[in-house]
């Protein structure tokens, strides 16, 4: 579950607006399991901060691959504003 760590401290640099650090890490989750879909939805967050449209975009693709339906209504409310935010500049579905 090492990876699943490591995706939750992407997650903490994202609301900290600490997003190169947020990339890092939800990379590294990635690296271990490709298939964990908060690692994905940290990158695409703060990949969307850092103003990286091409990486945001292919990790979105990724996100709606590994689950078709999400929007991000459903995250509201249980993670930082600036995750949400990044979620939105990424193009996530509401």
Known sequence: MEFGIIAMI???YVGLGRFDEAVIAARKS??????FLPAHLFLASALAHLGRK????KTVRRILELQPKFTISGRRGHWSPLYIEG???????E
């Not at 091409?54 to 975009?57: I, Q, V």
């Open 30 to 35: 990635i690296g271990k399991h490709p298939t």
């Open 10 to 12: 992407g997650g903490a």
């Open 54 to 57: 091409e990486e945001s975009d």
């Open 87 to 93: 979620l939105q500049k990424a193009g996530l579905p």
